[in-house]
């Protein structure tokens, strides 16, 4: 190599480097795990669901009072009635911090209100944590892992940990966001942190499975709700 290109050569390297630094500052956090529900071919929705990792449980089957359909690129969840319906995804997720879900809702359900004790949503996201069953409450309903259920409201108070009739020592659900009507929304939650401030964790576990629901068993009036769900992302 001549040495009158040398200076040339260390100006192209500079700048190369130069080129690297604003590409590294706007990497953005690393997706673990994603699902999504875009691409639905037509079908039975419950095995469309199924093959994506959903088993649904308590109303979910109960087409006379939870529907599921697909809406473009979203699913959508509808009661006809009073109703609990759950979609439960038992996959395990470690080294997360966020979750991260595209969402919205249509209908919510009449009355409902979490600080007036009407403990019902149109769409809420599950996160199960470790395998550790603790108490339900109850002799009657299964013990579960900790758990915190993410939910949109109309007017609740955002961040608030409340607790339900059962899993009081083990569960939490915090509204998240107060969503315009019929608007998709991106939700970013710190999953990870909200867990150890709650139950008064140092440390976080892996996730044991997440889940879908929609619940209008104590809502008032026709107890009709409607929500769709775009993507639910876990991120580092």
Known sequence: MRLRNLPRLHMVLMLLVLLAVPRLALAGPSVIFSVDFAGFAGGAVLSWLNSKGFLPKQDATNARKVVYFNRGNDLALETKSKAFGLLLNEADVSGYSKIRIQWGVDVFPPGASYEKGVRAEAVMVYVFFGKERIS??????????????????????????????????????????????????????????????????????????????????????NAIARAFVHKIEFIK
């Open 136 to 221: 339900s409450g109850s002799l009657l309903i299964p013990d579960s892992p900790y758990f915190i259920g993410l939910f949109l409201c109309e007017s609740e108070k955002l961040g608030e940990p409340f607790t339900g009739r059962y899993f009081r020592a083990g569960g939490r659900f915090i509204c998240v966001n107060h969503p315009p009507v019929g608007e998709l929304i991106t939700t970013e939650y710190p999953i990870a942190d909200a867990f150890k401030r709650t139950f008064g964790k140092s440390d976080v576990p892996d996730i044991s499975g997440f889940g879908i629901a929609i619940d209008t068993n104590n809502a008032r009036g």
